[in-house]
């Protein structure tokens, strides 16, 4: 499945602790991409395991906002 996020990732710092985090959830390599020149600055993740929303938590917690868009 491939989520589509909006994101508030605006800085490098902010790219930074976001690819930590996807490196750590996301195992396997290449499932997941920044779009930082759409307004939303959008975060696509293929993912089938059952857990996304524990990464969309830490994004939170790591000061990113990331809301699911809809189809």
């Known amino acids: 499945m ?18 930590a985090l996807l490196n750590r959830y996301i195992q396997m390599p290449n499932r997941w991409n920044f779009d930082l020149e759409d307004c939303d600055k959008i975060l696509r993740i293929e993912h089938h395991g059952p857990d996304i929303l ?3 938590n830490a994004l939170k917690d790591c000061g990113i906002h990331c809301e699911e868009l809809p189809d």
């Open 54 to 56: 524990t990464l969309v």
């Open 2 to 19: 491939i989520w589509v996020f909006k994101t508030s990732i605006d800085s490098s710092e902010d790219i930074d602790k976001a690819t």
